[in-house]
């Protein structure tokens, strides 16, 4: 098992739990249906992906570098892809100004996503 890993899943998870909940309690009647979605979207997105750390952590004890960057891409991910889909949600009805070059990180969080899931195959591949 691989402490930083188990930390940063366990960080993740913590969140998405506020975040999962904040959603559903404090921003139901502050913002759109549509944008009610999208903020869900983020949180289902970063339990996935704290679910695929903690998973990751059993494998640390491989020393292998696939799952590192499995390690950072899945975080990136995290970062990139829910935390714009959070800023996205809340930008009509906060007015957040700088919101509107927050679109494109989006696909990018997924890539790393994607990228994180391939390393981890990889990895998987290479195991003996």
């Known amino acids: 098992m691989n402490k930083r890993i188990i930390l940063t899943a366990a960080f993740f998870g913590a969140l998405a739990v506020v975040l999962g909940a904040f959603g559903a309690h404090g921003l139901k ?68 100004a700088f919101a509107g070059f927050i679109g494109p990180i989006t696909p990018i969080g997924g890539l790393c996503f994607i990228l994180g899931w391939i390393s981890l195959f990889m990895a998987a591949l290479r195991d003996k």
Do not use: C, M, P
């Open 29 to 96: 009647n502050s913002i759109s249906a549509l944008d009610l979605a999208i903020w869900q979207k983020g949180v289902e997105y970063q339990f996935y992906h704290t679910f695929a750390l903690l998973y990751l952590s059993t494998f640390a004890r491989y020393k292998n570098k696939l799952i590192g960057f499995a390690y950072v891409f899945f975080t990136l991910g995290i970062v990139l892809f829910s935390g714009s889909l959070y800023l996205l949600a809340l930008k009509d009805s906060f007015h957040l």
